[in-house]
């Protein structure tokens, strides 16, 4: 599918309709890639134990860490470069080239240390090689899906996130029923990411980087800063959950995870919606792009409210289901109620961030993350040793909050992007609701009460939808 050239966009009824039906599929694609550890979790643990899950866990956690930090960036301007210009689409494949060329260079490495490391006995080839080998694969697949989402090809999107996250867990899940090992998991693991990382070649069809030489090192300038936001932004994803393990124990960071991965429900949507919208704000024509922006933004950010209203209404229920009574109930709705506002707060940043990187200020953004990052563990240290997982769950939500405040500001200095008034009414008005249903459910009135509010809010949500829609095909 070939982009327009900047100044050109589809029409805007067809830019709605792709919103709404990309969203879904994009829903289900960062569902499964966020949470496809979770589909294979009370089989794997049972299959391996507490040690040898122990180091598939931690393992996985590396993966990620170290393919995102890979990606250099890349992605964010992969989908900007593509709708820039007769040649975008082409120096947007060069780009991906450059990521999977970087991709290779660090897995040759990481090999390398791995067998200085083994010599000198500090390593287990069978665990290091696997790990090596997955985080390259998942440097690649992200450049896939980078051209996926910047040729607005939702399913391309999805059977690579299908592939590399929950096709790879169960492959992993398999070879360890005949050999409980953490090697024979990561071994069959990263054979499947490294399948998955020849599809997205196939579907993406990079280009050398000399292909674009100009444009190229034009992106790399520009992605350049966008490094350091990324480790700063993995520090705002997760390290909440190492700062519970450090200041209130182990005990309190199982009780975090389950209310953290509850709270992560609207910001799984939040993520979905953006990657539907995002590419349709950078392919809109330059002299409505930002107003259309921010007319859209501010219906999407009312769909993420009521998603994390609702949820954070629903919490004892929630948190019933998934945690025994051995579990601290009453802090655990509570730190989720106060997460459920971290996904209004992303929403609107996701937002202003589109339009400080087509300003081409992306130092602006690792300023806003690493402060972002500074905030959330000042809180938590403050909070935390009182308090427990509800304060450090507010550390989290204060430190999006100032990541969004400060990306917003950036956006207005460097761009034409205004919010209107009403965002602000709404994101307020949402946050309020997700903090009243952080309240400690006491009796049965107080549980009836939180039913008849979350019905409220599912009678809102339809009463809007159509409305939403409008806004988004007008």
Known sequence: MTSPPEGTAPPADRAGASLGAHSVVYLVGTAL???????????ATRALGPAEFGRVATGLVVVQMVGTLAAAGLPQVILREHHRGTEGPRAARALAGTMILVALALGALGIALALVLSAAGHADLSQWVPLVLASAGLTTVVSGQSLMRARLQPWGF??????????????????????????????????????????????????????????VRAGVRLAAPLLPQAAAMLGLLSGDVLLTRWLVGDAATGAYQVALQLGNMPFVLAVALFNAWGPLVLSHPLDRRWRWTARTGTALTAVVGL????????????????????????????????????????????????????????????????AALAVLVGFALWLAPAHGIVGVAVAKAVGYAVLMALTTWFARAHSPLRWPPRLWVIAAGAVLVALAGAAAPSAGGALWLRLVAAAVVAVVALLLAPRILRTLRG
């Open 33 to 43: 890639q966020g949470l496809g550890v979770l589909l294979v979790l009370p089989f």
């Open 158 to 215: 999805l059977a690579l996130a299908v592939l590399s996250t929950v096709a790879a867990q169960f492959a992993g899940l398999l070879a360890a029923r005949a050999e409980p090992t953490a090697g024979t998991y990561l071994t069959a693991y990263a054979g499947v990411v490294v399948v998955a990382a020849a599809v997205a070649v196939l579907l993406g069809r990079p280009l050398w980087p000399t292909a674009e030489r100009e444009r």
């Open 307 to 370: 998603g994390a209203a609702g949820v954070s209404l629903l919490g004892p229920w929630l948190v019933t289901l998934m945690a025994g009574p051995g579990f601290d109930r009453v802090a655990m709705v509570a730190a989720l109620g106060v997460i459920c506002t971290v996904s209004v707060s992303y929403m609107v940043y996701q937002g202003s961030s589109l339009a400080v990187l087509d300003a081409e200020r992306t130092g602006r953004l690792a300023w806003a993350a690493g």
